[in-house]
């Protein structure tokens, strides 16, 4: 194999050091931010990462960009990370990231069966993808290096890796939920894209759920025996299947919310709404998010509990995203529908029940009006951790906090007990459940918020990032142990 001397033997001293500060860490993901888009402010895996990216790491991906012929992959070097990325051709683009990661796997992994579109072409695209993908950076990678490579669009990178001769640890983190083995089987290939994770030494989940889900699979379609809750045993090879939550840097997201409350845009906010009380919900526009029953939540809540008409107002900020979908326009023009069916039945001339934008709103900003809000009202019918509910928590006051709603299938909802907890399908349950939220005593919501506030500084951004690299370090063998320097 070409890496030897794994983990490296230097120094001067008789000492154990961990050779993971010398390796380097290399991030493989469908998309790599854009430059902009790096800072801790943007959202996204590079908030995510922000611990785990160090001076000298590298990360890859795709740019965002199409081109008809990809060249040799772009390298370029900010605040000493590498940014190594490649642009997709048309072709590739329609196949393996609109075809089959978008409209096949991504709805099967959030178990909306109606919505998975399988094509054989796009399978084969994003097949290719992921061997090009390999193709481009074997050659950038160095001995000691540990691979960790993200979420649906990069099954298959794990494997193909492995055929180009590389053999440093390999971690792979699937950000989505995986669904019940018999969902997963209805998947064409669905066998070809376990095989390729499978090469991975680690394989990381969000909740106990999709671990066990995901061992199920692979026990069922490729033979794989299990020993213990966390290890796989495939063709000789061992595989641990851990479970990482991910996380929010928690502080630093309450530190934006008090400063951004005084901004403009969120006196603004509290200004026209008064002395009412703001129900808020965050969301990408997505199938998965729940938003036509979430309006229907709100219409059953005016009408089982008019005493509160006129003293609250809902606000959806719902980006739209992957408009060029067919599935999603469809989506955002009925959502635009459904709101204005509410808003038309029960507004009046001087108070409008729902409040309803598209339009981008800053992480900043956003962080103002949630710490605003009465009730956070985050209800997506499956998410794989959903990092609203935890922002929520981090930005309100614990003097006087609102009250969060949460989907039980939420990820997020596997440690966050002392949300309400509803079911986003009963509409009337919901209803009830923002009843309650509203009316909560002072005492029961700081108790809450104290708890969940506890977990969600715990189980931060930093401590998923340092939780998966521990595992991959462990997993990946002696060679990459304690190794002893001589003295
Ligand atoms: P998902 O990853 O499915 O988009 P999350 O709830 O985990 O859902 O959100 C990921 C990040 O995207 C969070 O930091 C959140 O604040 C941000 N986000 C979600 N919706 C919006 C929106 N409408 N505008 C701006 N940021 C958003």
């Known amino acids: 194999m070409p890496y030897p001397g794994h983990g490296g033997r230097e120094g001067s001293e008789g000492m154990l050091i961990s050779p993971r500060e010398k390796s380097r860490l290399v991030i493989v993901s469908n998309r790599v931010p854009a430059p902009q888009d790096r800072s801790a402010q943007a959202g996204g895996l590079a908030v995510v990462l922000a611990d785990g990216l160090r001076p000298g790491s590298l990360w890859f991906g795709w740019s965002g960009k199409r ?28 196949t393996y990231y609109q075809g089959f990661s978008n409209s096949a796997l991504y709805p099967l992994l959030l178990y909306r069966l109606g919505l998975l579109r399988f094509r054989g072409e796009d399978f084969d695209g994003y097949c290719q993808v992921n061997a090009r993908f390999a193709a481009s950076l074997a050659p950038l990678l160095r001995p000691g290096d540990r691979i960790w490579v993200h979420d ?50 680690v394989v990381g989940f969000q909740t106990a759920v999709d671990r066990g889900h995901f061992m199920d699979a692979a026990i069922e379609m490729l033979g794989a025996r299990r020993r213990g809750e966390d290890t796989l045993w495939l063709d000789g090879r061992r595989i641990r299947v851990v479970v990482a939550p991910v996380g929010i840097d928690a502080d630093g997201f309450a530190a934006m919310s008090r400063s951004a409350h005084a901004a403009t845009a969120t006196r603004r906010l509290a200004e026209s709404i008064g002395e009412r009380a703001l129900v808020l919900s965050v969301d990408r526009l997505d199938h998965t998010k729940g938003l036509p029953e979430r309006v229907g939540a709100i219409e059953a809540f005016l009408n089982r509990h008019p005493q509160w008409r006129r003293k609250v107002n809902f606000l959806q900020v719902a980006a739209a995203s992957r408009q060029d979908v067919a599935e999603y326009q469809r989506l955002r023009r009925n959502i635009d529908r459904m709101v204005g069916d509410l808003n ?41 951790m959903n990092l609203v ?55 029961e919501r700081q ?18 990032c340092a939780g998966f690299l521990a595992h991959l370090s462990r997993a990946a063998g002696p060679a990459m142990g304690l190794v002893e320097i001589p003295a």
Not at 165 to 192: C, K, Q, S, Y
Not at 447 to 464: I, K, S, Y
Request: glycine letters at 8%; proline letters at 8%.
């Open 67 to 94: 081109s008809a012929e990809p060249a040799a992959p772009t390298l370029q070097e900010a605040r000493g990370i590498s940014y190594a990325t490649t642009d997709l051709t048309p072709a590739e683009y329609q």
């Open 447 to 464: 108790a809450r918020h104290a708890a969940l506030l506890a977990g969600v500084r715990r189980e931060t951004a930093a401590a998923f």
């Open 152 to 201: 649906y669009h990069l099954f298959t990178l794990p494997g193909e890796l492995r055929k180009r001769g590389v053999a440093a640890a390999i971690g792979f983190f699937l950000h989505t939920p995986f669904p019940p083995a018999g969902l997963f089987a209805v998947l064409p290939h669905g066998e070809v894209l376990l095989r390729g994770v499978c090469a991975a030494d």
């Open 389 to 443: 509910a935890k922002e929520f928590i981090a930005a309100q006051n614990p003097a006087d906090p609102g009250v969060l709603v949460l989907s039980k299938f939420a990820g997020a909802a596997e440690t966050m007990a002392d949300a309400l907890v509803v079911n986003p399908f009963d509409t009337g349950a919901v209803a009830d459940a923002l009843d309650r939220a509203l009316g909560m005593a002072l005492d």
């Open 344 to 384: 038309g039945q029960a507004g009046e001339p001087d108070w409008t029940p729902l409040r309803y934008m598209t339009r981008p709103v800053r992480r900043p900003t956003l962080a103002g009006f949630q710490r605003l809000a009465r009730v956070g009202l985050v209800t997506p019918l499956r998410d794989g």
